[in-house]
């Protein structure tokens, strides 16, 4: 896996006509907007750049708008582009739910690797997706150039213009990588989609860790394990209250976060594997009532 050193560009404006015209990188998808969910993939990025208006976001970005407002993607990604300095560009549509970090690198080593302009994810259709891409900064800001001279202007140009000369390495899409919510059916399936037994938790997870401003990896089987032991083995009261204490534990501990979270559960487990131990029999404790009243 490479460490390629980038910055990041989110396009967040659009007219969004068919959610009647609301903000839609506001909208919310498991209790944080589309806006933030796509900021929590690039975290990595040296410097990200938030095209459209102003708002309110989990962690610093800076703002950009294209001239005039709603010119389209290629004005707002040329609006965007101005404002980095990096050698490698991650470009992202602010209305991608299920973008995966994984993806984002996958992209990034792909351009790497292949040695060539661009890296483009490719849906389960074939079709391109130039704004879920890592582009080389150079021959972007080439093309930008070429295509605003050709026409007058970028306002009003189609997307599909901007890769016909650039040379392209392709990523295949994950499973939902490239879902995008167009309408408020979009919206509706991916809230529905968060809640299926099979992402709840993560899901969960990763919403609070961007809320808290955590950048934690656990293994969540680690602490529902010690949340059932406390629960059963104490009182189920005590399941919260443990998993709590392990978690300020860690953080005292500092160091490697994952291993000291992992490290405080194993104790905490032991414990209350050694509180459970203690439990009397019911059967033990009638025994011992009429021995003693032989005696």
């Known amino acids: 896996m490479t460490a390629t050193a980038y910055d990041a560009i989110v396009l967040a404006g659009g007219a969004a006509k068919r959610l009647g015209g609301v903000d839609k990188p506001g909208v919310r998808v498991g209790g944080r907007t589309l806006l933030d969910r796509v900021l929590g993939v690039c975290r990595g990025a040296g410097t990200t750049v938030v095209v459209g208006g102003r708002r309110a976001t989990v962690r610093a970005v800076e703002w950009a708008r294209e001239e005039p407002a709603g010119g389209g993607p290629l004005a ?10 990096a050698e490698t560009l991650l470009v992202l549509s602010a209305d991608l739910p299920f973008i995966q970090s994984g993806t984002v690198q996958r992209l990034l080593d792909a351009l790497d690797r292949s040695g060539r302009e661009a890296a483009l994810l490719v849906d389960a259709g074939g079709r391109d997706q130039p704004l ?7 021959p972007l800001r080439r093309e930008l150039a070429l295509l605003a001279t050709e026409h007058g202007s970028l306002t009003g140009l189609p997307l599909r213009l901007l890769t016909h000369e650039l040379a392209l390495s392709r990523v295949a899409a994950g499973p939902l990588d490239s879902f995008d919510c167009d309408t408020w059916e979009d919206i509706a399936a991916a809230r529905s989609r968060i809640r299926e037994h099979g992402h709840v938790l993560d899901e969960w997870m990763t919403a609070v860790k961007d809320e808290l401003g955590i950048e934690l990896d656990v293994d969540i089987n680690v602490l529902l394990d010690l949340a059932r032991d406390a629960a059963h083995g104490v009182a189920r009261p005590a399941a919260p209250l443990t998993t709590f204490l392990v978690g300020y534990a860690a953080a005292k501990a500092g160091g490697d976060g994952p291993q000291a979270v992992a490290e405080a559960a194993r104790k905490a487990a032991a414990l209350a594997a ?18 003693d009243g032989a005696g």
């Open 132 to 138: 879920v891409a890592a582009y080389r900064a150079e």
């Open 76 to 85: 707002a990604l040329d609006a965007g582009v101005r404002r980095t300095t």
């Open 274 to 291: 050694r509180w459970a131990e203690e439990e009397e029999p019911k059967g033990e404790a009638a025994g011992h009532g009429t021995e």
